[in-house]
C-alpha cells in the first residue's frame, strides 16, 4: 500500500471505529499500519490475533501508548479487521 493510501485508509478506519465508540487516533492507526507493512507480518498468513500480538510488542518497545484507549491486541485486531475492509472497497484485497 502507497503512502497515500494508507493515510486515506488510517483516517477511515478511526472514523469507522469511532462509530463503534472507540476514539483512537488516526495517527496511531497509521503507524500501526506502517509498523505492519514494515515487518514480516504477513496476513492471511497468520491470523489477525496473531498479528496484532506481534504488532502490541513492536509497538510498546518503541514506547507508544494510547489515550484514551490503550493499545492492547484487541484494538490492534480490529484496525487490522477495518484494514482488510477498506483494502476490499479500494479493490486492493491483501
Known amino acids: 500500500m502507497d503512502h497515500e493510501l494508507l493515510v486515506e485508509c488510517a483516517d477511515w478506519i478511526a472514523e469507522q471505529m469511532a462509530e463503534e465508540g472507540f476514539m483512537i487516533d488516526a495517527g496511531l492507526i497509521q503507524l500501526a499500519l ?12 497468520i491470523t489477525h490475533a496473531d498479528a ?3 504488532l502490541v510488542a513492536e509497538l510498546a518497545a518503541d514506547g507508544v501508548q494510547g489515550v484514551p484507549e490503550a493499545v ?13 475492509e477498506f483494502l476490499a472497497l479500494a479493490g486492493r484485497p491483501r
Open 72 to 84: 492492547d491486541e484487541r484494538l490492534i485486531r480490529m484496525v487490522l479487521e477495518w484494514e482488510d
Open 34 to 45: 506502517e509498523k505492519e507493512r514494515d515487518s514480516s507480518i504477513s496476513i492471511p498468513s
Open 52 to 54: 496484532a500480538a506481534q
